[in-house]
Each structure stands twice: as C-alpha cells, then as structure tokens.
C-alpha cells in the first residue's frame, strides 16, 4: 500500500471549561450511525467510494487549504515502524527528521522543526516537551498507531499557531473509535531485526461491553541494542579533527589522551550509547448512542535511551575552541566529563473525546477533545542525575460543526492550552514556568462548481510567565488563509492558498540561559523577541491522471522577525553557545509524488512509485539557515498479486553544502531497500508477515537535519521480520 493523498477534514476543539461542560452530554459518531467494526474490513474503515483515504480530523469533509494530507497506514505503517514517530515518516514528500538518536526523533515538515511542528495523538497534542529541544523524545508508541496522518499547508493553523511548518496526527484506539459487531476485536504486531537486535511486541483488545459500551486496552514494549552502522562513527571533517588533535597530544607527551582520541576517531560499526526501551499501557472506554458518543482513557508511555556524546568528549583544549567551531551543529565536546548520558522518560496522559448530535439546525454537531499530561524527563550523567524536566499540561478544543446550507458549509472552534514546566539540577538550563494560550478559529467553505472557496481565520492570546526571575510577557497573533480550488471532469484539483501566519516565541526561546548536557550546547534565550510573522502562498495539483495519482505543492513563505537558533562560534563553561536570533528569512519548497501502474491485469499490478523534495530557506541577507534537508528522491516498484506484495525502492539523497555559519557539509548517500509482504490467509488481508532489507549495500549516511549528525550516522544493512494480525 502507498501513501495515499486525502481531501481532509479537520479536528477542531475548546478552552478546559466548555471542555469539561461537554463532558457530561453523550458525544456524536462520525457518520449517521455509529461506526462499527469487524474484522474483515477493520484497516480499511476510512477509504472514500472513490478509493481515496479519508482524514479523521473533525471540521470540513474536504479541506484543500491543507494543500495535501498524507495518510500512512496498513502495509506502509508496517514497513517504516519505529519507536519514534520521525523515523516513520521519513519517506513521505516533504517529511525528514531530527535523528538526534535512536531514541529522539521528531518530524521535519518542509524543513521546519520544533516550535513549528505540531504533534498531535487523535487531535490534540502530546503536551511533551519534544518540540524543545532535539534530544527530547516524543512521547508517542508508532506501535499502537492505527495510522498516521500528515498535514501540511496554512490551515493547520487551526490546530495552533506553532503549526506553520504542518502536523503530525497519530490515531490509536486509546479511545475506541467505533462499534463492535463481534464479541472482541484483537489487533497486534512483532517485529525484529538486526541491525539494533530489535525486540518489539505490541497488542490492543477491545470488547463490547452491551448497551453501547466498548471497552478497550492495549500495551506495548520495545528494546534495541547498541545500533549498526555502516562506516566511522564520527564524520570525515570531525575524525581529521581527531587525529589531529591526538597528534598533537602525542607531541606533548601526552600518550593516553592520544591514544583515547585515536580508538574514538577510529570507532565504527557500532554506535555507543544508542540503546533504548520503550513500555507503554493505555486502558479506555466508549459510549456510542445514536449519532452521538463518549469517551475517555488513560495510559502511560515509558522510554529510557541513550545520548550518544560527541567522539573526543573531554579532550577539547580551551585554545582548541576554534579549531572545532566549524564542525558541528550544538554538539560540540564539552568538559563534564567522559561519562555516558542517558534519559528516562515516563508520561501518564488521560484523554476525553466525545461528539454531540444538535439536530437540524444551523449546528449540526459539537466535538470536544480534551488531553492532560503528567510527564517527567530527567537526563543521566553516568548514574547521576544532571537535569530534571517536569511538566504537566492540559490542551482541550471545541468545534461546532454547521449544517450544510447549499453550498456553504463550515466549523468554527475554541482552544485552550496549559502548560506548567519546571526544570531542576546543576544544569536546569530553562527557570520554572508556565503558558497559557486561549485562541478562536473558524473555517468556511463554498462551493460554486467547479470552483471551491475556502477561508480559514484564528486568533491567539499567550501569556508566558517566570516568577522566579520575574519575567512575564503577553502576545496576541492572527493567522488566516484563503484558497481557491478548481476540479477538472476527470478529478484532477488544481488550487492555490495563501496564508498570513503568526507565532509567539516559546518559553525556551525567550527563557533559555545555561549550559543543556544532552545536546551538550549552552543555550541563551532572547526575552525580548517578538512575535514571528509569515506570509505565505502555495501552489498545488493533486488528484487522478489517467490510471495514475499525483500530488503536487510549490509552496513560499515570507518571514519576518524569524526566530531561530544559531551558533554564535563562542564558549561558555567549555559548550559551544548557542543563541535564539530574529530576523526575516524565506523558505521556498516543492514536493509532490506520482503513482502509475505500469501493468495493470487480473490478479497482478505493477506499480511505479516516484516521489521528491526540495527546500531552499535563507535570511534576507541570503545566509543559508541551519538544519535544511537536501534534495531528495525516491524511486520504486511495486508488484502486487493476491497472498504477495514485492517493493523495491531507490532513495537518493543529494549534498547540502549551502550552510549555515559553523555548519558542516553532508555528504549525499543512497539506500537501496526491498520487501515482501506474505498474506497467508486467503481471502483474507488480516494476516501480515512481512521480510525487509534495508540499505542492502550497507551505505553510510547522515541526516543533515540532525544537531547530531556529524557523530550519529544512520543505521547499515538492517534485515527486519514483523507479523501484524486483526482478528
């Protein structure tokens, strides 16, 4: 199964007291009737008459503002899991990832990262601190996911204002989605492999319970190794700096610390302190009534990984500082010591969803959705603990949905978020505080065929608060976007969009002052930055050709006041500082993908698959900005006959060497990969075993959009076995 490319519909939510208030009135299904479930159609619940994938998120049945939704799903969710939700995503157009390591990683969309990515499980957000900072986890299980939607374009505004760059929407079943038509559904998955001696198992039941109820609960456990690689651990330039550096201490006499510096610029083939294990428990319930339903859950996600430190950690002379400036990107050795560094991580989260039916009138329906979060982090210096990250955090959002009239129709919403953070140890790098948010939107769309018109618009208040240093400071921000659509006969959908979006700095930009030993960086925030603004415009074309499905965006965004952060080439505390800087800056872009069956016959279909992407963003003065991906391609077939489907692909990356100040190079690479996926039961698609190899040639390669890639290379030649089953 491909990535599919769906025309969405969008969760909208509301502030914590209307939340709560809607706790207590029945919540309403998607369709006319409660949606049900068996097992012989229960992957395929969400495919449109016309075969495409429809999005889950609440609001307008089609939403072209989004300018392309990519679901990942089935077959294609199964071939790309991992523990983390970044490494999953990594071969849809537009989507790279941090790779911080094995055990952090987040999504890039469209070259944009952190604050400008938003995370979301079933619509509302993780209310983790992943987006602060590329070491931290995102405390998602890919494991459990039903599937994954990926959402780019202004009106994932709607979801927030930090959510210029898109976001990532994770369906599970905490909450059951669905009426049962059978006396208990068992979805489950395991999976290894080699390359990390990945052990990996994870199962969710659900059980109707009479009367309407479902109850449901799931649980899932993940263990990897220290991860292969192909080649050095430490990348060309830093591994000349290395041996460098051990000359030069042998010169001094010094025979220990060159001997050190050499076995860890000759260090390959394994990469240390990159082992993780992962745990998570969700239990929950529904109520379906009529057109209506309820439903809460509970759950905790666990995880403890490894920090891989830069090779030559502790080495570093002070005079030596420039000498290293160059060759990295905030994870520049630091003298805390040689010990190892490692995060534990655990989060409790419980969750509300629920739809109330209004009848006839001008509102046909009110959707909530509420999520609270205790989540703590602490980050391991040997078996000592550096810093400690405590949050808890509560998002809730309300959409009343409009009844049809003619050719209008539309959503308007409320949000509100919450967020205490509190950071204690000898490097709490941020000081206590606390944000509050309150934002309104709306979306509207008319139809006078074979046009659409879309308008989406969203307000914004955030207060940021620091009592301990006395800071506090509140912004206002409004975002809107207008689309216009065109549908050729044959179901093709041209359009354009653009977009006016704003931003109010985080608490870890304007707060950020001390040295942070996981990415081993000393941060400095900037109190006075100012709300980042961007104007926007984009391009697309997706639908059918012929046989065939394109997806195509060309996109241009416009900053002003840009907040970004940026070596400076300075030292502090023996860290490379880094510092949150303004300024205007663009981002320019295309993506797309196109899939043709090449042979098309009774029992057998041959599918060609190419998809790409391309992102260019500098400052004004044409300063490249940090961390962009390279130009990359994918390029694959793909036979598909009744018990097996055989995919073999190409994935090229190209050179970056447009670089940021102190930013190094990355060198381009190529992965060669193949699968089969074995259907055993005939007659029934249920039953997936599924033999990988990935980079089959063992090629070394690196994420340019990773702070870590100079030391942290991808992993080699990986063989992988998983067995996915609903019954």
Not at 327 to 342: A, K, L
Not at 419 to 446: C, H
Not at 645 to 654: H, K, N, S, Y
Request: proline share 4%; with cysteine; hydrophobic share 40%.
């Amino acid at each position: 199964m491909l990535y599919r490319y769906a025309i969405a519909a969008r969760p909208l939510t509301l502030p914590l007291g209307l939340a709560l208030c809607a706790i207590a009135a029945p919540a309403q299904a998607q369709d006319s009737q409660a949606p049900t479930s068996d097992s012989d159609d229960f992957h395929d619940r969400r495919v449109s008459t016309s075969g495409e994938i429809l999005v889950t998120a609440q609001g307008l049945e089609q939403l072209d503002v989004l300018a392309g939704t990519s679901v990942v799903e089935g077959d294609e969710l199964q071939r790309n899991l991992d523990g983390q939700i970044g490494e999953v995503l990594l071969k849809v157009p537009g989507v790279s990832a941090t790779s911080f390591s094995p055990g952090a990683s987040r999504p890039v969309l469209r070259g944009f990262q952190g604050e400008r990515v938003k995370v979301l499980i079933d619509g509302i957000g993780a209310i983790d601190v992943s987006n602060t900072s590329a070491d931290h986890a995102t405390s998602i299980d890919p494991l459990t996911a039903e599937r994954i939607e990926v959402l780019r374009g202004p009106a994932v505004l709607l979801y927030g204002s930090q959510a210029i760059g898109g976001a990532v929407n994770v369906i599970d079943k905490r909450i059951p989605l669905r009426r049962l038509n059978e006396a208990f559904h068992i979805d489950a998955l395991a999976g290894a492999n080699t390359a990390a001696d990945l052990r990996e198992g994870g199962a969710s039941l659900d059980v109707p319970l009479g009367g309407g109820f479902v109850a449901h609960v799931d649980g899932s456990y993940r263990k990897t190794d220290d991860l292969d690689i192909a080649g050095y651990v430490a990348a060309p330039e830093l591994r000349a700096d290395l041996l460098a550096d051990a000359a030069e201490e042998e010169g001094e006499g010094h025979l220990d610390e060159a001997s050190e510096l050499r076995e860890a610029a000759n260090r390959r083939g394994t990469l240390p302190d990159s082992a993780t294990e992962t745990w998570s428990a969700n239990a929950g319930f529904a109520f379906f009534e009529g057109d209506s339903n309820l439903g809460a859950s509970v759950g905790i996600y666990d995880t403890f990984y490894g920090v891989p430190l830069r090779p030559g950690t502790g080495h570093h002379h002070g005079e030596e500082g420039e000498d290293h400036d160059h060759d990295h990107e905030g994870e520049e050795g630091h003298e805390h010591g040689e010990e190892s560094v490692s995060i534990g991580l655990r989060q409790y989260r419980a969750d509300m969803r629920g739809r109330l039916a209004l009848g006839d009138g001008f509102f046909s329906a009110l959707n909530t959705r509420v999520g609270f979060s205790d989540y703590t982090h602490t980050e391991f210096e040997g078996d000592e603990v550096g810093t400690v990250f405590d949050v808890k955090g509560i998002e809730a959002r309300a959409v009343l949905e409009q009844s049809a009239r003619g050719a209008w129709t539309g959503s308007s919403g409320v949000q509100y978020y919450f967020r205490d953070f509190d950071a204690f140890g000898a490097e709490a790098y941020v000081p206590k505080n606390r944000t509050d948010q309150f934002a309104l939107f709306s979306m509207q769309e008319i139809a006078f065929d074979p046009f659409q018109l879309e308008l989406a618009g969203r307000y914004e208040t955030t207060d940021v608060e620091s009592q301990p240093i006395g800071f506090r400071r509140s912004f206002d921000t409004f975002s809107g976007a207008v689309g216009l659509v065109y549908e050729t006969a044959g179901g093709l959908r041209l359009g354009v969009n653009g977009s006016r979006a704003e931003r109010a700095p985080s608490a870890e930009e304007l707060l950020s002052n001390g040295p942070h030993i996981a990415t081993q960086a000393f941060e400095i925030g900037d109190p006075d930055l100012e709300v980042e603004g961007a104007w926007g415009v984009e391009a697309f074309a997706r639908g059918s050709i012929g046989a065939g499905t394109v997806s195509l965006a060309v996109y241009r965004n416009w900053f002003d006041d840009y907040i970004f952060l940026a070596e400076t080439g300075l030292e502090q505390d023996e860290l490379p500082v880094f510092q949150y800087l303004q300024g205007d800056a663009t981002y320019s872009g295309i993506e797309g993908q196109l899939t043709y069956p090449i042979v098309e016959s009774d029992g057998f279909t041959l599918l060609a698959d190419v998809r790409g992407d391309y992102i260019r963003a500098e400052l004004d003065d044409g300063t490249p900005l940090p961390r962009i991906p390279p130009l990359r391609l994918l390029g694959a077939l793909e036979a598909q006959t009744g018990p097996f489907d055989v995919r073999g692909e190409v994935q090229w990356f190209d050179d970056q060497d447009r670089l940021a100040p102190f930013e190094t190079a990355t060198d381009g690479f190529t992965h060669v990969n193949a699968s089969i996926a074995w259907k055993p039961v005939r007659g029934n698609d249920n039953v997936t075993v599924m033999l990988q190899a990935d980079n089959i040639f063992d090629a070394e390669g690196r994420r340019h959009a990773s702070f870590t890639k100079d030391f942290v290379p991808l992993a080699g030649r990986n063989f992988k076995l998983s067995v996915r089953t609903s019954f």
